[in-house]
């Protein structure tokens, strides 16, 4: 069963330990990842969020966050 949590959790293991919601959007169709990323951490991986600053293509100044995955949980 391919779900957005299982695509999350295989980037995390073998992409790379962060992810934006661009990124998201961009690989894996994922446009709620904070939803997601809220599942996952109920199901107990760490995953920890980085306040993020950018520039978007208008030359403002964005705010948005970066996740980034530091293992699973033992509970």
């Known amino acids: ?10 980037h995390f293991e073998n992409v790379s330990d962060t992810i934006t919601s661009m990124d998201a959007i961009k690989r894996y169709g994922m446009t709620r990842l904070s939803a997601v ?3 996952a951490r109920k199901a107990g991986y760490h995953i ?28």
């Open 1 to 10: 069963m391919d779900t957005h949590f299982t695509r999350l959790i295989w």
């Open 37 to 39: 990323v809220f599942n």
């Open 48 to 75: 920890e969020t980085i306040p993020t600053e950018g520039t978007n293509r208008y030359g403002k100044t964005v705010h948005f966050a970066t996740y980034k995955y530091c293992g699973k949980r033992d509970n």
